[in-house]
């Protein structure tokens, strides 16, 4: 089964603190990281078309926001190898909700330890930021993003039947695979 499912973490307080390993690095975006994030994305989702344009098609072109809010992970050299964003959304469930958006890590430096310390800086990032609260969406396909957003404190959104019947899928999945 493959589905959309929502995730949201009603308060942004305590979020879990993973420091990130060495010789790893973060950033947050600077001029040109576009081609960065697309190519991060191309190599890293296997789920959707990631073309050079959906960088503005997401994000805009508001420097000082993309600065503040597109973080890059990079490895020893200084190269970016995952991003995440601490976005927004001022419409979300008729309330200003931050928004945990693109996250990525390219599949070489997938199984490092470096997932935690990226959600940890950006969800951190979302409350400096301001937002009390955030949201994602991902994919069912997605159970390893899944249980890290859990363990996040991150809580499945179920409005409808549809959403219901998805996330029956996942706990199923989640039960079988404990290491999933």
């Known amino acids: 089964m493959q589905a959309r499912v929502v995730m949201v973490r009603e308060n942004l307080a305590g979020i879990p603190v993973s420091p990130l390993p060495r010789p790893y690095s973060f950033r947050w975006y600077e001029a040109g990281d576009e081609r960065h994030w697309t190519r991060i994305q191309r190599r890293a989702d296997r789920y959707n078309t990631i073309t050079a344009r959906l960088f503005r098609q997401q994000f805009g072109d508001d420097a000082p926001a993309l600065a503040k809010r597109v973080g890059f992970l990079c490895d020893e050299k200084g190269r970016p190898i995952g991003t995440a964003a601490a976005w927004f959304d ?91």
């Open 90 to 180: 001022r419409r979300y469930d008729g309330r200003r909700y931050g928004r945990l958006h693109w996250v990525a890590i390219v599949p070489k430096f997938q199984g490092k330890g470096l997932a935690k310390p990226l959600l940890s800086t950006v969800c951190s990032r979302l409350r400096a930021l301001g937002h009390v609260r955030a949201y994602l969406t991902t994919n069912t396909v997605r159970m390893p993003a899944i249980r890290l957003y859990l363990g996040f404190g991150f809580r499945p959104r179920i409005l409808n039947e549809k959403d219901e019947r998805a996330w029956a899928y996942v706990r199923q999945k989640l039960r079988r695979n404990r290491r999933v």
